[in-house]
């Protein structure tokens, strides 16, 4: 069974530096993995998908690798501002009909 | 706007009482899919469905049922045999069925037990 870890489970940064958030998973038969940001009581937005054919993608300040041989995602979010502080979440999906299997997410906060 | 809508935001529930929480997307999106999310785990799986009258269950669906009648609607009954429904519920959507593509979720409904 697909488990997706994510560490650490909280996160303090001065605002401008580089965010770095990890998400391992143990089966490396994914169809690709998502990372998602989500605001307290809010639902979850989508941040960027990685297909498993990809090694990365980019969007604006967001960059996501994938090392599906080693099992692990990362995000990178450069020059950080307070706005950025939410819960990131990663997914994984292994299943041809769409299951995410979630990690339990970052919880981040940038401090001015 | 295109997007998915759910609704009510906040429901309370009495002890023995069945619920039904709505979702509504406007994406045209096949698949649609709930989740439940509990303080400090991640997203878990409660049923999904791929195309209008056809539904399967995820990893939690006991005290859990749903309905497929139209392809923009995917609501979900909490019924009386679900143990601990107090929880965050999140509804999504994807635009096919091919495992492939990104998957979206609505503002979520948070239902507590009294």
């Known amino acids: 069974k697909q488990e997706v870890t994510q560490i650490p489970a909280a996160l303090s940064v001065p605002e401008g530096e580089n965010l770095v958030l990890n998400c391992s998973f143990t089966d490396s038969a994914i169809y690709n993995l998502q990372w998602f940001r989500q605001d307290p009581g809010k639902g979850l937005t989508s941040l960027l998908l990685?297909?498993?054919?990809?090694r990365e993608q980019t969007s604006g300040r967001l960059n996501a690798s994938l090392d599906k041989s080693s099992g692990r995602s990362t995000l990178y979010i450069a020059a950080s501002q307070p706005g950025d502080s939410a819960t990131y979440l990663c997914?994984?999906?292994?299943?041809?009909?769409?299951?995410?299997?979630f990690g339990a997410g970052t919880q981040v906060v940038v401090t001015p | 706007d295109g997007g998915i809508t759910q609704s009510p935001k906040y429901l309370f529930r009495k002890e023995g009482q069945n619920v039904t929480l709505s979702c509504e997307q406007n994406?045209?999106?096949?698949?649609m899919y709930w989740y439940r999310q509990d303080p400090g785990q991640g997203l878990r799986l409660i049923y999904y469905s791929q195309i209008v009258n056809d539904f399967q269950k995820g990893d939690i669906a006991e005290g859990y049922s749903v309905s497929r009648e139209k392809k923009e609607s995917f609501p979900l009954t909490v019924t009386s045999a679900q143990k601990n429904p107090t929880a965050f519920y999140l509804c999504?959507?994807?635009?096919?069925?091919?495992?492939?593509?990104?998957?979206?979720f609505g503002p979520g409904t948070r239902l507590t037990v009294l």
């Open positions: 994406l045209n999106h096949d698949a």
């Open positions: 999504a959507s994807s635009i096919d069925r091919t495992g492939r593509s990104e998957q979206f």
């Open positions: 997914a994984a999906r292994t299943d041809s009909w769409g299951k995410l299997q």
């Open positions: 990685i297909q498993s054919s990809q």
